[in-house]
T-cell receptor, first 111, second 115 residues
Framework: DAGITQSPRYKITETGRQVTLMCHQT?????MFWYRQDLGHGLRLIYY???????DKGEVPDGYVVSRSKTENFPLTLESATRSQTSVYFC??????????FGPGTRLLVL | AQSVTQPDIHITVSEGASLELRCNYS??????LFWYVQSPGQGLQLLLK??????LVQGIKGFEAEFKRSQSSFNLRKPSVHWSDAAEYFC?????????????FGRGTQLTVWP
């Protein structure tokens, strides 16, 4: 089925380890987004991308790296995970002027 | 500062009762307005959106929202709540003229429905 998939859905890691969260969309949307959801904060934008090889920082980018070599993929990497990065991560995509569709989320626990 | 405010963190209603979830925004110009719902363990689903025109917007699952420019509000309503409506609800805005469709979210309102 068309849509956005995220993997893994659940991840436990340790402080200092590198972690990559995957996002894949089959809509061929130009725009893609990464959000983190924390209690009391709603969703906050980490990074976004307008097209392949075009990315920019959002509201809370520190400690994260993104890449977009292909239109359909937008991986998010935590270079050295910290406990404060324990969160639920959502990927989203849209077309210009369109509405964002969201993936199911990845629950990340950093010990 | 620009912001989206959902003043109610948690609301509890009885099944069959009416519901109103509040959302206020603070932006220079009227933004595009959205309501999303998140069921436990799920992603976000769009309920409805306002871009322009009629200020009363109909959405899925029997929800509607009313845009009031004078109050900078976009409150979500449902005349009769069902137990399956228990979820977290997020109001979001997008600045008009934004080239990337970036959304700004409120902190969410958790809805509990009593049988």
């Amino acid at each position: 089925d068309a849509g956005i998939t995220q993997s893994p859905r659940y991840k436990i890691t340790e402080t200092g380890r590198q972690v990559t969260l995957m996002c894949h969309q089959t809509w061929s949307h130009s725009y893609m987004f990464w959000y983190r959801q924390d209690l009391g904060h709603g969703l906050r934008l980490i990074y976004y991308s307008a097209a392949a090889d075009i990315t920019d920082k959002g509201e809370v980018p520190d400690g994260y790296v993104v890449s977009r070599s292909k239109t359909e993929n937008f991986p998010l990497t935590l270079e050295s995970a910290t406990r404060s990065q324990t969160s639920v991560y959502f990927c989203a995509s849209s077309e210009p002027g369109g509405t964002q569709g969201f993936g199911p989320g990845t629950r990340l626990l950093v010990l | 500062a620009q912001s989206v405010t959902q003043p109610d963190i948690h609301i509890t209603v009885s099944e069959g009762a009416s519901l109103e979830l509040r959302c206020n925004y603070s932006y220079g110009a009227t933004p595009y307005l959205f309501w999303y719902v998140q069921s436990p363990g799920q992603g976000l689903q769009l309920l409805l959106k306002y871009f322009s025109g009629d200020t009363l917007v109909q959405g899925i699952k029997g929800f509607e929202a009313e845009f009031k420019r004078s109050q900078s509000s976009f409150n979500l309503r449902k005349p009769s709540v069902h137990w399956s409506d228990a979820a977290e609800y997020f109001c979001a805005v997008e600045r008009r003229g934004s080239t990337l469709g970036r959304l700004y979210f409120g902190r969410g309102t958790q809805l509990t429905v009593w049988p």
